[in-house]
């Protein structure tokens, strides 16, 4: 089924540890994004790439990092966990085009304790 | 960037219709989208605008009025399966969407 795979599902993590959630589409989007959503604030956009080779910061980057060596994959990374990183991630892709709507991944719970 | 704005929370009777409405403002704006989002999972493309004026969906609805910053989603007929958050998002000429903190509609029998 063609879609967006977001691993780990689930992960409790100590605090100052690195860590990388995975994001692999099959859908040939050029665009993907990463959004974190909290409690009453909804969804924060991270970081996006509009295509491989570029990405670029969205509204919270800080403390995040992500690479686009290919169309398909978007991996985010923890360089040194803090608690406030505690969220529930989402990976999206979108072909890009005016009425491209956003396809979302089934989402990371990440506990940094 | 954006400030977008909705309900937090609104109720309604099964069968009965429901409008959220979700005011915007944008540095850039290149469209409108409404996502739903059931408890525990990710959201799902409801609607887009771009242009003034009512879309229609089946059951569900979106309007929009760019000079006025403003749109809503109309729900009709609802169904106890309508419960769930909605999400107003607003996309810039970045291709970049940003989306309001959700409206949490139930569904009362």
């Known amino acids: 089924i063609a879609g967006i795979t977001q691993a780990p599902t689930s992960q409790i993590l100590a605090a100052g540890r690195r860590m990388t959630l995975r994001c692999t589409q099959d859908?040939?989007?050029?665009?993907m994004y990463w959004y974190r959503q909290d409690l009453g604030l909804g969804l924060r956009l991270i970081h996006y790439?509009?295509?491989?080779?570029?990405?670029g910061k969205g509204e919270v980057p800080d403390g995040y990092s992500v690479s686009r060596a290919n169309t398909d994959d978007f991996p985010l990374t923890l360089a040194s966990a803090v608690p406030s990183q505690t969220s529930v991630y989402f990976c999206?892709?979108?072909?890009?085009?005016?009425?491209?709507?956003?396809?979302f991944g089934e989402g990371s719970r990440l506990t940094v304790l | 960037g954006q400030n977008i704005d909705q309900p937090t929370e609104m109720t309604a009777t099964e069968g009965a219709i429901v409008q959220i409405n979700c005011t915007y403002q944008?540095?850039?704006?290149?469209?409108l989208f409404w996502y739903q989002q059931h408890a525990g999972e990710a959201p799902t493309f409801l609607s887009y605008?771009?242009?003034?004026g009512l879309e229609e969906k089946g059951r569900f609805s979106s309007f929009l009025s760019r000079s006025k910053g403003y749109s809503y989603l109309l729900l009709k007929e609802l169904q106890m399966k309508d419960s769930a958050s909605y999400l107003c998002?607003?996309?810039?000429?970045?291709?970049?969407?940003?989306f309001g903190a959700g409206t949490t509609v139930t569904v009362r029998a």
């Open positions: 999206a892709s979108s072909d890009g085009t005016a009425t491209g709507e956003l396809f």
């Open positions: 605008n771009v242009l003034d």
């Open positions: 790439s509009n295509t491989a080779g570029t990405t």
């Open positions: 998002a607003v996309r810039d000429r970045d291709y970049k969407l940003s």
């Open positions: 944008t540095s850039g704006f290149n469209g």
């Open positions: 859908m040939r989007h050029n665009a």
